[in-house]
């Protein structure tokens, strides 16, 4: 079968894994061991992509003296939850998370609805000057976030007077044309008949929408909603330069500030324990909407 | 819009008044938020301005300034390294992992595909405050490493890759690459999974190996995805910021200064707001440039 580890081997061995299960062709067992080897052989790589996380959970109940001896710690010598106690006291981590938590859902809320309208709009209406309309909008998902950053940053903070608010970490996220662009073409494959024969019954569009796109749009909208939460949570940028009072620093600009008072030694047990209190309801959150999250990335991701 | 109205399209109806808002509100977002940033980015790109003195009109001044500035060749650098070594590795990375994963059975590939993807829903500031501390001498990777090999007799010394000039861009090149192997794996084991098993069978038949399938059939097939995932790579790539504004700090030297925390600093620390839109401005046409000049090869290259 070859060496363990072989990149060309390890390919083989994967198509042939692939077709054991649908056809009767060749050796049954030869392509049982084939399988076992790679589910083996990606253990390194899986615990190279676990391994920031177990980390973190482990040396966070560490003293700064184990975390800092010459000779490295593998494991606390006692249960020290001390930067716990601090984070919770101390730091705005919460306050953080919350923020974070707002932003993103008031952002996912707005795009999500906005999304389905403009969707609908394109798919199913007819009107003077939609194709202009539509390349417009498509043509903002060309324009990279540094190139209208800094006049976005004058506009926001100069013009509109919104720095400091809520307001101006979601206004930017109100309209997706990504979004926009899923939901028109899934909106496509729903046959024209059942909008015609609701508007023969004398339903406008508001309630063609409300009663009939929606709910058939479900798992597409959802999608959407997962990608436009993951994007706004882990935006940091922007909202570092919206917001100067702390009571609205959402949880990256916070985590920032706790990673900046860790250039000393002291203190590090702190940041750890804040690592694990910012990750820890990412995890949990992951781990239930485990299948929505992939399968909305596997729907929308391609199409972008 | 003009092209429209000479185009000879059905009469012209009264739009309803839901065709009539909706298509309203996107346009006034759009221009409101996309277009007038980037024709302002465009202008304030030949102004000084430091946003409380008089703006200046300097001409093509800070186009020509750039081409002096030696931080920003060296930025234009250190990013053209960056991108241009980890786009290609991290897509033949995700490649090769879907590909793995696509030949899976269900459970261990369930099991995988949630290790590889807690990284991708993982906010960048968590990851790096993870990195941050994974990567030191004693008490992370390195010095695990260290531990591990003098266990077995062999003298290592690992040290912190942020550390050192000539491996701190690397360091962040393995986070980023850790970051989204898992979302590149996913997108690719969607599209092979599209693949008809029947164009396999036939190819066995023929006699072709697991190697060959892969080239003659896998590989073709999966070609516009990859092309999608490179542009966006290259996007992406590009602007990454997070990293380097709160890990590295451009450091150690200019060995991290991308062009993206340049053009920040140019704006937010040295109040040159008109060049550092001169600068976005240059690296939209760059991003404007990469992404044409790929679909353009592939359509010429890949044709069949």
């Given at each position: 079968m070859g060496v363990l580890g072989d990149p060309a081997d390890t390919l083989d061995a994967a198509v042939i894994g692939r077709q054991t299960s649908l056809s009767t062709f060749g050796s049954r067992t030869r392509a049982n061991l084939a399988s076992t080897i790679i589910i083996i052989a990606l253990v390194p790589l899986a615990v190279m992509a676990g391994l920031p996380f177990i980390w973190i959970y482990i040396s966070s109940f560490k003293t700064d003296m184990e975390i800092f001896s010459p000779t490295l710690v593998w494991f606390p010598s006692t249960f020290y939850y001390d930067g716990y106690i601090y984070v919770w006291e101390e730091t705005a981590l919460v306050r953080g998370y919350a923020n974070s938590i707002l932003v993103s859902g008031a952002s996912v809320t707005l795009s999500v609805f906005t999304s389905v309208l403009a969707g609908y709009l394109f798919a199913k209406k007819d009107f003077w000057g939609k194709t202009p309309l539509f390349i417009f909008v498509l043509s903002?998902?060309?324009?990279?976030?540094f190139a209208i950053f800094i006049p976005s940053f004058v506009v926001y903070s100069k013009f509109l007077n919104l720095k400091d608010t809520y307001i101006a970490l979601i206004l930017p996220h109100m309209f997706t044309a990504f979004g926009i662009l899923i939901t028109r073409q899934f909106l496509h494959?729903?046959?024209?008949e059942l909008i015609d024969s609701a508007t023969v019954d004398g339903a406008g569009d508001w309630r063609v929408l409300w009663h009939i796109i929606l709910p058939l749009s479900r798992s597409i909208l959802a999608a959407i909603a997962i990608i436009q939460f993951l994007g706004v949570f882990n935006e940091f940028l922007w909202p570092l330069v919206m917001t100067d009072r702390a009571e609205l620093y959402t949880l990256p600009v916070v985590l920032r500030r706790v990673y900046g008072q860790?250039?000393?030694?002291?203190g590090s047990n702190r940041i750890l324990a804040a690592g694990v209190v910012a990750v820890t309801p990412i995890v949990i959150f992951f781990l239930i909407f485990q299948r929505q999250i992939v399968k909305g990335i596997s729907l929308t991701g391609m199409k972008a | 819009m003009a092209t429209v109205a000479r185009a000879p399209r059905p009469r012209w109806r009264r739009p309803s008044s839901f065709v009539l808002v909706v298509a309203l509100a996107l346009l006034i977002y759009y221009m409101l938020f996309f277009t007038a940033p980037f024709i302002a980015a465009l202008v304030i790109g030949f102004l000084n301005w430091d946003l409380l003195s008089t703006v200046v009109p300097v001409g093509f001044d800070n186009y020509v300034a750039m081409a002096d500035d030696r931080t920003f060749k060296n930025a234009l650098k250190v990013s053209a390294i960056f991108v241009g070594a980890y786009v290609p590795i991290a897509l033949s990375a995700q490649l090769i992992l879907g590909a793995i994963l696509a030949n899976m059975r269900t459970l261990p590939q369930k099991v995988y595909l949630t290790l590889f993807f807690l990284p991708v829903v993982t906010p960048w500031l968590i990851a790096v405050l993870m990195f941050g501390y994974l990567f030191n001498t004693q008490a992370g990777l390195p010095g695990m490493l260290n531990d591990i090999f003098s266990a077995l007799g062999i003298d290592t010394s690992f040290v912190n890759p942020l550390g050192s000039k000539d491996t701190a861009l690397l360091g962040i090149m393995g986070m980023t690459g850790w970051k989204f192997l898992g979302f590149g794996a996913l997108i690719f084991l969607v599209g092979i999974n599209e693949i008809p098993l029947t164009l396999y069978e036939a190819a066995r038949i023929d006699g072709a190996g697991a190697v060959r399938q892969f080239r003659h059939i896998t590989w073709p097939l999966i070609r516009p995805i990859m092309l999608a995932l490179s542009i966006t790579s290259f996007i992406g790539a590009l602007q990454i910021f997070d990293p380097f504004f709160?890990?590295?700090?451009?450091?150690?030297?200019?060995?991290?200064?991308v062009f993206s925390l340049y053009l920040y600093r140019q704006a937010f620390d040295q109040f040159r707001f008109g060049y550092a839109s001169a600068m976005a401005m240059v690296m939209f046409l760059i991003l404007l440039i990469l992404s044409v000049s790929q679909l353009a090869i592939a359509r010429t290259r890949w044709e069949y």
């Open positions: 903002t998902l060309m324009v990279p976030f494959s729903i046959p024209n860790g250039s000393a030694m002291a | 709160v890990m590295t700090r451009g450091g150690p030297g200019d060995a991290t200064n």
